[in-house]
């Protein structure tokens, strides 16, 4: 029976970890940004040096402060206002998950110490990376970055060529 749970669960738990992923790689480049500032690289230097217990609670910390905004975007959309609430709802996910990817580069060291953490995490990254690696090797996913290659560079030529037109207008 566990199996089978298992198995069912796969594809959603696989693209809600495609969602991290993308949050990892992306939102954490923010955070880097940040640690360049003296208070941010204090704290994140503070952080990097907590004993394996504290780097939990840490870690942990995000998903507990978000949990009464992510209820008050269900209020709002249960109250009428379902545009704001999924709002909320998708910003608290994307600020989540930049804080979570940020604090578990810090903490993951010692988080590595907690035998069963690591445990864990051996069992779950070569998971995540199987379905990660199915996943890319579908044709949805390649066609999608096809097209997101596409409009990426048909958005630098407009750029390109604002940015000409812009130097080379006359001055009235």
């Not at 949990?67 to 999924?86: E, I, M, R, Y």
């Not at 909320?88 to 996910?93: E, N, R």
């Not at 199987?130 to 096809?146: C, D, E, F, Q």
Request: proline residues 6%; glycine residues 6%.
């Amino acid at each position: 029976m566990f199996k089978f749970a298992v198995k069912l669960l796969q594809l959603p738990l696989a693209l809600l970890v495609m969602f991290y992923e993308w949050g990892w790689q992306s939102l954490s480049a923010v955070f880097a940004w940040l640690a360049k500032r003296p208070l941010w690289g204090l704290l994140e230097s503070l952080i990097r040096r907590a004993p394996p217990y504290v780097a939990l609670l840490l870690f942990l910390l995000p998903s507990l402060a978000l949990f009464p905004v992510k209820l008050g975007a269900l209020w709002l959309v249960a109250h009428g206002q379902k545009l704001l609430g999924v709002g909320v709802l998708i910003a608290a996910k994307i600020v989540g998950t930049a804080v979570v990817a940020r604090l578990f580069s810090l903490t993951q060291p010692a988080l590595m110490q907690l035998a069963w953490f690591a445990r864990f995490y051996g069992w779950f990254k070569p998971w995540k990376d199987g379905w990660l690696a199915l996943l890319r090797a579908s044709a949805p996913w390649r066609l999608t970055r096809i097209f997101i290659g596409r409009m990426k560079a048909r958005f630098r030529r407009i750029r390109e060529h604002v940015q000409h037109w812009l130097r080379h207008r006359k001055s009235p």
